[in-house]
Structure formats: structure tokens, C-alpha cells
């Protein structure tokens, strides 16, 4: 694709709030493709919209309340011109095999396709976090414009869902390191904040407020297997899944293989944020018994 050209098969739609040590690392990563960027900011008051700017990106901002929220917002006002979206997070950047594969991309070599699943690799403190169930781990990241939704029946993880069919690719990943996290005070506020909005999200579930767009199906897609497991956890009894889920992680899908920062990260994300989940939902439980 030539320098002058402009990209006519895909644009980047980026969700952004403080992120000036991120930002920076994302656009450069996706530069060469020239292709439009669009970035949601929600408030930043660092650096992150003059660097926005600096690559030429469209800006809009709106209030944060939860990510699928800012997806739908994303979706339904950026003008987007074509066929192809991109959904990044600002924390992510592009791998060489994986920018190649998006050079060489041709909306017609995919005429009968309307989502692709890109894999990703999570670092955390410095550290590929390779096993405990995170890798490979994909997420549907590319989609049709006309074709996509953000599911707001999740209160917390965002998941994009297309009807038509859909493709992995194997080759070639997101990068996704949050440089803030390197802070252990940073990822425990964040997740502290993330435990409300996925208690109250289970709540909810159990009094059919919410329900499953997606059909859980374990031989489906990646988001299909996902949404069936986690049908599974909402079964399972409070206070014993987190153990047994870091159990899982960390013995049986060898999370112990990590070193030190993946017991952190095991530990901390599969079983001191699922137990805060659960004790927040005993606590507004009771809450809304007494009321």
C-alpha cells in the first residue's frame, strides 16, 4: 500500500482515557497501514488528545460508565466510511506478523466473512503470561461496520458479536501490556472499581435483568465457549469458584510455569478479584434484602 494511498478496507476505532504512555506506542504500530483512526476519549487530562491529534486521529469524547457502553457509542456515532472496523484498546499494539497480515488485506478476498478473531499475547509487570488459559487467547477484533454490535447485556468485559460468519486468525497477534499496571496500587483501584460493575452485572442475571445475547455453545467460537463458561460460573457457588478457578489456572493449565509475575497475576486476577466479586455481591445482596 503506497504512502499516499488511504486505506479503503479498514479503519481503527481506539477507546482512550489517560493514556499518553500508551497511545503514542499503538498509533506508531499502525501507521504504515494509513488507514483512519477514530478515538472515544472519556475525559483525558494528560497528553492523550494533542498526541491523538498529532496522528491526525477523529476525536470525539463521552462519558465513561462501562466499556460496552463506549463501544455502542463508538458504533453509532463515528462516520465510519468503510467496510472493515478495528476495535483496539489503547494498551494494545500490533505484532509485525500480525500488521502484515493487515497490509495485505483485501475486503474482496473476504466477501463472504464479517468478523475475524485476532489472538492476543497479555504481559503483565514485563511478563508474557503465556499459560494459565491465556494463551492463545482471541477476541473478535475486526468486523463488518454494518454488521457489529457491542453487547450490552456484559457489565464489564466488552465483547463485539457479528451474525454472519467469522474467521481466526492464527498468525500474528495483539501485544496488550498496560504499562499503569506496573504499579500493583494502580491494577487494585481498577479492579476494585471492575468487581463492582461485575457483581452488580451478576445480580442482575440472577433476576433476569440481563441475559445472554449469545448463544453459549463450548464447540462454538471463542466468544460462543466463553459465554458457555461463564454460564458454568454463574452456577457455581460463591466463594468456592474463585479457588477453584485459580486451581484450574495456575496447576492444571500450568500458570505455575510464569514465574513471579504470573503467580501475581494468577493469583491476583483468578483469585483476589473473582473472591472480591463474591464478597460484593453477598455484601449488596443483603443490602437489597434489608431495603
Same mark, same amino acid.
Given at each position: 500500500?503506497?504512502?499516499?494511498?488511504?486505506?479503503? %478496507?479498514?479503519?481503527?476505532?481506539?477507546? #482512550?482515557?489517560?493514556?499518553?504512555?500508551?497511545? =503514542?506506542?499503538?498509533?506508531?504500530?499502525?501507521?504504515?497501514?494509513?488507514?483512519?483512526?477514530?478515538?472515544? &476519549?472519556?475525559?483525558?487530562? &494528560?497528553?492523550?488528545? =494533542?498526541?491523538?491529534?498529532?496522528?491526525?486521529?477523529?476525536?470525539?469524547?463521552?462519558?465513561?460508565?462501562? %466499556? =460496552?457502553?463506549?463501544?455502542?457509542?463508538?458504533?453509532? %456515532?463515528? &462516520?465510519?466510511?468503510? =467496510?472493515? $472496523?478495528?476495535?483496539?484498546?489503547?494498551?494494545?499494539?500490533?505484532? #509485525? +506478523?500480525?500488521?502484515?497480515?493487515?497490509?495485505?488485506?483485501? &475486503?474482496?478476498?473476504?466477501?463472504?466473512?464479517?468478523?475475524?478473531?485476532?489472538?492476543?499475547?497479555?504481559?503483565?509487570?514485563?511478563?508474557?503470561?503465556? %499459560?494459565?488459559?491465556?494463551?492463545?487467547?482471541?477476541?473478535?477484533?475486526?468486523?463488518?461496520?454494518?454488521?457489529?454490535?457491542?453487547?450490552?447485556?456484559?457489565?464489564?468485559?466488552?465483547?463485539?458479536? $457479528?451474525?454472519?460468519?467469522?474467521?481466526?486468525?492464527?498468525?500474528?497477534?495483539?501485544?496488550?501490556?498496560?504499562?499503569?499496571?506496573?504499579?500493583?496500587?494502580?491494577?487494585?483501584?481498577?479492579?476494585?472499581?471492575?468487581?463492582?460493575?461485575?457483581?452488580?452485572? +451478576?445480580?442482575?442475571?440472577k433476576l433476569f435483568l440481563r441475559k445472554q445475547i449469545l448463544k453459549p455453545l463450548f464447540w462454538g467460537n471463542p466468544d460462543q465457549k466463553r459465554a458457555w463458561l461463564k454460564k458454568l460460573w454463574w452456577q457455581m457457588p460463591l466463594f468456592v469458584r474463585p479457588a477453584l478457578y485459580f486451581s484450574w489456572r495456575y496447576i492444571f493449565r500450568l500458570g505455575i510455569l510464569d514465574g513471579y509475575q504470573g503467580f501475581l497475576f494468577?493469583?491476583?486476577?483468578?483469585?483476589?478479584?473473582?473472591?472480591?466479586?463474591? $464478597?460484593?455481591?453477598?455484601?449488596? #445482596?443483603?443490602?437489597?434484602?434489608?431495603?
Amino acid at each position: 500500500m503506497g504512502k499516499n494511498m488511504i486505506n479503503q %478496507h479498514y479503519s481503527f476505532i481506539i477507546l #482512550t482515557h489517560d493514556e499518553e504512555i500508551h497511545l =503514542p506506542r499503538l498509533l506508531n504500530s499502525i501507521c504504515n497501514l494509513n488507514a483512519a483512526v477514530y478515538i472515544l &476519549d472519556s475525559g483525558s487530562t &494528560d497528553q492523550t488528545i =494533542p498526541i491523538a491529534q498529532q496522528f491526525g486521529a477523529q476525536i470525539r469524547q463521552f462519558p465513561f460508565s462501562n %466499556h =460496552p457502553q463506549q463501544w455502542h457509542h463508538a458504533l453509532e %456515532h463515528f &462516520d465510519i466510511r468503510t =467496510p472493515w $472496523v478495528i476495535g483496539l484498546d489503547a494498551d494494545q499494539i500490533l505484532s #509485525t +506478523e500480525l500488521n502484515q497480515l493487515l497490509l495485505d488485506f483485501k &475486503d474482496k478476498n473476504y466477501s463472504n466473512i464479517d468478523g475475524i478473531y485476532f489472538n492476543r499475547k497479555n504481559y503483565f509487570k514485563g511478563k508474557w503470561i503465556r %499459560h494459565g488459559g491465556y494463551f492463545p487467547f482471541y477476541q473478535l477484533k475486526m468486523f463488518r461496520a454494518d454488521k457489529a454490535i457491542s453487547d450490552l447485556n456484559e457489565g464489564m468485559d466488552h465483547r463485539f458479536i $457479528v451474525n454472519g460468519k467469522t474467521l481466526i486468525w492464527e498468525k500474528g497477534c495483539l501485544i496488550e501490556e498496560n504499562l499503569k499496571e506496573n504499579n500493583i496500587s494502580f491494577w487494585i483501584n481498577k479492579h476494585n472499581t471492575y468487581s463492582n460493575l461485575l457483581a452488580k452485572e +451478576e445480580i442482575e442475571r440472577k433476576l433476569f435483568l440481563r441475559k445472554q445475547i449469545l448463544k453459549p455453545l463450548f464447540w462454538g467460537n471463542p466468544d460462543q465457549k466463553r459465554a458457555w463458561l461463564k454460564k458454568l460460573w454463574w452456577q457455581m457457588p460463591l466463594f468456592v469458584r474463585p479457588a477453584l478457578y485459580f486451581s484450574w489456572r495456575y496447576i492444571f493449565r500450568l500458570g505455575i510455569l510464569d514465574g513471579y509475575q504470573g503467580f501475581l497475576f494468577h493469583f491476583l486476577q483468578g483469585f483476589w478479584f473473582r473472591l472480591i466479586v463474591d $464478597v460484593k455481591i453477598r455484601e449488596m #445482596t443483603k443490602n437489597h434484602e434489608q431495603n
